[in-house]
């Protein structure tokens, strides 16, 4: 029986010691080998975990597509296109609601079918460059072959009838490239003036970090500030105030929040995960060495998504080099101050780590292992709650409406976008434009705005 399973692998390509997780697919012929190096490659080991779980994903997909309708395609052209159609109408018939292939899609919107399409594109590319795969091109599709024949099947006709990308060889060729496009293409998107942004109620911040960061104490003794949850407000006031995303806190070592004494004021610094320098002790070369072998722990950003210790990495505009950091940069300026009180607060409720759990990680759980964001994130909605509010993305209320908030404050404050675009730690200055988007409420205060300005210049014409 034909299958196609998800499983995590420990792949190694030489004999060092070094090991590298990837997510793989397991079909009844085995491993889908050629996937493992093709995520194993130099150029796609920068990635983030979700980009290869993702491809993994879609390249099921494709697999899935192509046993349900065995003997139907004898070139890879139309298989693409009926592919794509699938994904884009799903496989049910809308009067029966039946699928007789089995699949039972659902229809996908242009995103994420330009996506995975992408993901499919990028593969078979890759598969089709590589010499090692040129001896199984030849097996035709309807032949009852592994899953790796077939994939080499659909990158060789893939490429000789330039389906995917226009591989050009010449400089008159080159010339028509912008006249050229793919066979095969995911829908167009409706043309928009991007997403609003979805803030945090400014008018709620205080009331979030004063009523809702709160916890219980079971000790009789307690005082005022043992029911105070200094962790979650000094977390919050990076992400609303400071306009972080909601992973980076989780980077965080102790030795990353300094004290500046003769300024007054704090220094906050996430390093890069991996690359990121260890200023603080000799003898290391970046912050991958440092965890080896002084915890025997691993970035957290190369660990599977679905362990609690994964935390993400979105590639922001470093300080100092590739091997730098990202500075906090608090707007208002007197927010360092608030941090820095909660901090400090919250060094004193910490829970060190054991021994045989030691690690370097700022913001630990109440057993002293290292604070995951699931973990934060069902903090956050708890404090929410706690204020009469509802949690949701939608209204904002996640916690990545503080990063919203955080970019609208300064668009709003008339903050120069090259300023912005540094305090948000953004590659392009393209990225903050959707910081200015506004939403149906926003109009409508500035409508009334409007109608008061008419009506006193109405007055004042009679």
């Not at 070094?18 to 397991?26: A, H, K």
């Not at 290869?52 to 349900?68: F, H, P, T």
């Not at 496009?181 to 995911?186: D, E, F, G, H, N």
């Not at 991958?288 to 998504?305: F, H, V, W």
Request: aromatic share 10%; with cysteine.
């Amino acid at each position: 029986m034909a299958f196609a399973l998800h499983i995590n692998t420990r792949y190694i390509n030489d004999d060092t010691g070094r090991e590298i997780e990837l997510p793989g697919l397991l079909t009844q012929d085995g491993i889908l080998i050629s996937h493992l190096r093709y995520l194993a490659s130099t150029k796609r080991q920068r990635l983030s975990p979700s980009w290869r779980e993702r491809s993994r994903y879609a390249i099921k997909l494709l697999m899935d597509y192509i046993r349900a309708n065995e003997g139907l395609f004898d070139k890879a052209l139309p298989l693409l296109e009926s592919f794509v159609l699938s994904l884009r109408m799903g496989t049910i018939n809308v009067e029966t609601q039946l699928d007789p292939s089995g699949l039972f899609w659902r229809p996908r919107g242009p995103e994420d079918e330009r996506i995975l399409l992408g993901h499919v594109t990028a593969y078979t590319d890759w598969l089709a460059d590589e010499p090692a795969y040129k001896a199984t091109r030849a097996n035709p599709l309807v032949e009852a072959t592994s899953d790796e024949e077939r994939m080499n099947w659909c990158a060789y006709y893939h490429k000789q009838e330039n389906v995917f990308l226009n591989h050009l060889s010449s400089r008159d060729a080159a010339a028509k490239e912008a006249r050229l496009s793919r066979k095969v293409q995911a829908s167009r998107r409706s043309k928009s003036s991007g997403r609003i942004s979805k803030r945090f109620p400014e008018s709620e911040y205080h009331n979030l970090l004063e009523n809702g960061w709160v916890k219980r104490s079971a000790d009789p003794h307690a005082q005022s500030e043992d029911f105070i949850d200094y962790k979650g407000r000094a977390i919050t006031i990076l992400m609303h105030q400071g306009g972080l995303r909601r992973s980076e806190p989780f980077h965080l070592y102790l030795s990353d929040i300094i004290c500046d004494h003769k300024n007054q004021d704090v220094i906050v610094r996430i390093w890069h995960p991996s690359d990121g320098r260890v200023e603080f002790e000799d003898g290391y070369a970046n912050r991958s060495d440092y965890l080896n072998r002084r915890y025997r722990l691993r970035p957290r950003t190369e660990l599977r998504k679905s362990l609690a210790q994964h935390a993400g990495w979105k590639n922001p505009l470093l300080v100092d080099g590739e091997n730098g950091y990202i500075e906090v940069a608090f707007f208002p300026i007197s927010a360092s101050k608030l941090f820095f009180h909660n901090y400090i607060n919250y060094l004193k409720q910490r829970a060190n780590p054991l021994p045989h759990e030691d690690h370097p990680y700022a913001f630990t759980t109440s057993s002293g292992t290292p604070e995951t964001i699931k973990n934060f994130s069902r903090q956050h909605v708890a404090a929410v709650n706690r204020i009469g509010l509802v949690h949701s993305k939608n209204l904002g209320t996640s916690e990545h409406g503080h990063r919203h908030a955080f970019g609208f404050r300064l668009e709003e404050a008339e903050i120069h976008s090259t300023i912005i675009q540094k305090a948000m730690h953004h590659c392009s200055p393209e990225s903050q434009e959707t910081y200015k988007e506004f939403s149906a409420k926003d109009i409508q205060d500035a409508f009334r705005r409007g109608e008061r300005i008419l009506e006193e210049k109405r007055k004042a014409k009679n």
